[in-house]
């Protein structure tokens, strides 16, 4: 079979300014992670290293370069799934790591459980040996200032306008030559969440979903409205009865029209085909194309040859 790999680095009004890192962020993980996957990777392994290249690059809300929250901390989520079994790993609220994927993925193998959070999810880690890291590899200059900037401001809000606040969580939907299918999301949330907030992204069927009979998806954006359409689940339900395309307009038309949310997804069908949609003005994505070998995107529109 031939496998396929998509993966996106959020979805909102990503300015010009910030364009060209997320394309590249989102191309590196894609060409990086491939040829891999040609070689006979595992779905399951190539989300995670695909997922753990976004959350080291400091371009998104991922890992490094995460977002602070209302307390001036980073808070992480994640989630890992393998199609072929429904198996899935999460952790919600973890502070000092850098590949919050891996622990979910840690939790998914050498746990009864299916979702660690906070304090609990941190024990467990460092028992494993699993590396701890000081906030200061996690922050960034743009985040701190940007934090400053919001701390006080009675009018921020991640809810309304919802576009133009920042939101680039990394995801990633692989199939591989077995016609195994798995999917992964990590983020730190949105900018100045209350402490403990959980978002969509760490939650199955809504931050992601895969199975092999119905497909795998990874969804960012306005989290609030994300789960509560459970856009990932939703959008592989759709492919039973539409054309790829078709359903991930029809999962963000639902998104839009049931609760006002705004995102983006990519997906892959048990079939083998993409599908990408998303109702913000920009979703920075990337996939590896047959032909044309790496396609990057900043919308649905424009996916063009990343050769930079
Ligand atoms: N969905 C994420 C959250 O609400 C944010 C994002 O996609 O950037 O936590």
Known sequence: MQPLLIVHGGAWNIPPKLQAAHLRGCAQAVRRVYPLLQEGLPALDAVEQAVNILEEDPTFDAGRGAFLNARGEIELDAIIMDGRTLQFGAVAAVQNILHPVSAARLIMEKTEHCFLVGKGAQEFLWAQGFPEVPPE?????????????????????????????????????????????????????????????????????????????????????????????????????????????KAARQAIEILHTRVNGRGGLIAITPDGEYAFHHNTRKMAFALYHPEKGVLAGIDQEHLTRFSG
């Open 137 to 245: 590899t996690l922050l960034t200059e743009r985040e701190l200032a940007f934090y400053r900037q919001i701390r006080e401001d009675p009018h921020f809000t991640t809810r309304r306008p919802f576009d133009p606040s920042p939101q680039d969580t990394v995801g990633a939907v692989a199939l591989d030559r077995e016609g195994n299918l798995a999917a992964a999301t990590s983020t730190g949330g949105t900018p100045r969440k209350m402490p403990g907030r959980v978002g969509d992204s760490p939650l199955p069927g809504a931050g992601a979903w895969a199975d092999n009979q119905h497909g795998a998806a990874s969804a960012t954006g306005w989290g609030e409205a994300i789960m509560q359409v459970l856009l990932s689940r939703t959008v592989c339900d759709l492919f039973a009865t539409q054309t790829p395309r």
